[in-house]
């Protein structure tokens, strides 16, 4: 009955790799969303995801591509891994938030650490 | 942007008092603010939100209150126990995908 998923929960790698990590939401959520938690526990969003559609696209690098299949699914492609890409990424959904805002459930989280 | 300022960073309460974490918030147009707890090693989850047109709400041991005139907000724990030991994140967002967090804050309730 797990609400928001990602696999893999750890993931190692080297620089220049390429790598992918997959969320999955069984909540009947229509947005989905990418942040990155760095060292200090800032969590910056990344990605926003209505029902396929990108509408959040944050500075982020191009290496980052978002995919989301259907509304259930969002996932993350990292080409290129650079050292400062280590960090936790989460996945969250909420319903569409509309204009009065929504709760988010997080995923677990995908700690990345590149070497 | 929205930016969203979280004050103190580290905060240590003694077990049973009260714990008080203030944000203030840039873009007057906000109209939603929601507090999420993470704990160690574990996913952030929303444990209130407050929205514009309330001044305060408040769940059991935890309260929010809203100055929209100000721009900030706080979340007040009571009768603090050490399962309250995380981090706390504020946010704020004018209602749409956008939720601009803060930096977080440790709350340490020693026991």
């Known amino acids: 009955d797990t609400a928001v998923s990602q696999t893999p929960k750890y993931l190692v790698t080297q620089m220049g790799n390429d790598k992918s990590i997959k969320c999955e939401q069984n909540l009947g959520h229509d947005t989905m969303y990418w942040y990155k938690q760095d060292s200090k526990k800032f969590l910056k969003i990344m990605f926003s995801y209505n029902n396929k559609e990108l509408i959040i696209n944050e500075t982020v690098p191009n290496r980052f591509s978002p995919k989301s299949p259907d509304k259930a699914h969002l996932n993350l492609h990292i080409n290129s891994l650079e050292l400062g890409d280590s960090a936790v990424y989460f996945c969250?959904?909420?319903?569409?938030?509309?204009?009065?805002?929504?709760?988010?459930?997080f995923g677990p989280g995908t700690r990345l650490t590149v070497t | 942007g929205e930016n969203v300022e979280q004050h103190p960073s580290t905060l240590s309460v003694q077990e049973g008092d009260s714990a008080v974490i203030k944000c203030t918030y840039s873009?007057?147009?906000?109209?939603?603010f929601p507090w999420y707890k993470q704990e160690l090693g574990k996913r952030p989850q929303l444990i209130i939100d407050i929205r514009s047109n309330v001044g305060e709400k408040k769940d059991q041991r935890i309260a929010v209150t809203l100055n929209k005139t100000a721009k900030h907000f706080s979340l007040h724990i009571t009768e603090t126990q050490p399962e309250d030991s995380a981090v706390y994140f504020c946010a704020a967002s004018r209602g749409n995908n956008r939720l601009a967090f803060g930096k977080g804050n440790q709350v340490v309730v020693i026991p």
């Open positions: 969250a959904s909420s319903h569409h938030p509309g204009t009065g805002g929504a709760e988010q459930y």
């Open positions: 873009d007057s147009a906000s109209n939603y």
